[in-house]
């Protein structure tokens, strides 16, 4: 039996990926992206910043995840506050930094769609939260990774009802298409232009990963399964990095992402009282 949980594995695995020194931009909730930020942080990358959406700023320190009080934790920790349109269009472009986002649907591209399933726009099946920055910054960067909690075909699909972020077949005309996804099945990269399985994790088959996607996937020669979290990354992430467990937000739906919601909203309420 594991002694670590999924939504610990998908921050261990964003964590990787960051290298010391870089420009870690940050999303509004996307607990599962800051708690693997700041786990790089407290591991091997101790000299990375963050551009926060959260607060708006550029921060050298961090805070502990949190819902209630997040906007003021990181707002006083930012060396600079540009103010978001400044930070986007001005700012960050210069510092080139990484970023993960989260796709409501993706092709086998690479090419990702935040704005509504359904391919009448005036009229669609369902509103999604939209695409911030993300038609921007994919037009120019190759640093753009992605993450997807729950695999699903409902997200891996063979055509987009709307195209909102470039992937790598438009990279032969504008930008590079995204270079990494982690989900709570395995990790991938788009070595080959195309989305290609590079690990599995542990306990998964190419079968079951291959089941919940609607395209057909590449697969690594060299596949291998993900090395689990350590011990010392699991210590930080409980104790240090996110006590409260604000991640599993992401990979909870329904009644138990509520009762998690009010749980974490209790302690904070007995921290501050405290």
């Given at each position: 039996?594991?002694?670590?949980?999924?939504?610990?594995?998908?921050?261990v695995c964003i964590s990787r990926q960051v290298e010391d020194g870089e420009v870690l931009a940050?999303?509004?909730?996307?607990?599962?992206?800051?708690?693997?930020?700041?786990?790089?942080?407290?591991?091997?990358?101790?000299?990375?910043?963050?551009?926060?959406?959260?607060?708006?700023?550029?921060?050298?320190?961090?805070?502990?995840?949190?819902?209630?009080?997040?906007?003021?934790?990181?707002?006083?920790?930012?060396?600079?506050?540009?103010?978001?349109?400044?930070?986007?269009?001005?700012?960050?472009?210069?510092?080139?930094?990484?970023?993960?986002?989260?796709?409501?649907?993706?092709?086998r591209f690479g090419n990702t769609n935040n704005i509504a399933f359904g391919h009448d726009v005036?009229?669609?099946?369902?509103?999604?939260?939209?695409?911030?920055?993300?038609?921007?910054?994919?037009?120019?960067?190759?640093?753009?990774?992605?993450?997807?909690?729950?695999?699903?075909?409902?997200?891996?699909?063979?055509?987009?009802?709307?195209?909102?972020?470039?992937?790598?077949?438009?990279?032969?005309?504008?930008?590079?298409?995204?270079?990494?996804?982690?989900?709570?099945?395995?990790?991938?990269?788009?070595?080959?232009?195309?989305?290609?399985?590079?690990?599995?994790?542990?306990?998964?088959?190419?079968?079951?990963?291959?089941?919940?996607?609607?395209?057909?996937?590449?697969?690594?020669?060299?596949?291998?399964?993900?090395?689990?979290?350590?011990?010392?990354?699991?210590?930080?992430?409980?104790?240090?990095?996110?006590?409260?467990?604000?991640?599993?937000?992401?990979?909870?739906?329904?009644?138990?992402?509520?009762?998690?919601?009010?749980?974490?909203?209790?302690?904070?309420?007995?921290?501050?009282s405290s």
């Open positions: 039996m594991n002694d670590w949980t999924l939504d610990e594995l998908i921050c940050q999303g509004l909730n996307t607990p599962l992206v800051m708690a693997g930020f700041i786990l790089a942080q407290q591991t091997h990358a101790p000299n990375v910043r963050f551009a926060s959406a959260i607060g708006q700023s550029i921060c050298q320190q961090w805070a502990p995840l949190g819902v209630a009080a997040q906007e003021s934790a990181w707002m006083e920790h930012g060396l600079i506050h540009p103010g978001f349109v400044t930070a986007a269009l001005d700012l960050l472009p210069k510092f080139h930094p990484k970023e993960f986002f989260r796709p409501a649907q993706i092709d005036a009229r669609p099946r369902m509103r999604l939260p939209g695409s911030g920055g993300i038609p921007d910054v994919t037009v120019y960067s190759s640093r753009a990774y992605l993450y997807v909690p729950r695999h699903s075909p409902a997200t891996f699909v063979e055509r987009l009802d709307i195209r909102s972020g470039l992937g790598s077949d438009a990279a032969r005309r504008r930008g590079e298409g995204p270079r990494y996804l982690v989900s709570d099945l395995g990790e991938f990269d788009w070595a080959n232009g195309v989305m290609r399985l590079t690990s599995i994790h542990p306990g998964g088959t190419i079968e079951s990963v291959q089941r919940k996607t609607r395209f057909t996937l590449d697969v690594a020669p060299d596949l291998r399964e993900t090395i689990p979290p350590s011990s010392e990354e699991l210590r930080l992430l409980r104790e240090v990095v996110d006590p409260l467990g604000v991640r599993k937000l992401e990979l909870l739906s329904g009644a138990a992402r509520k009762a998690h919601l009010r749980d974490i909203l209790a302690q904070e309420a007995r921290y501050a």
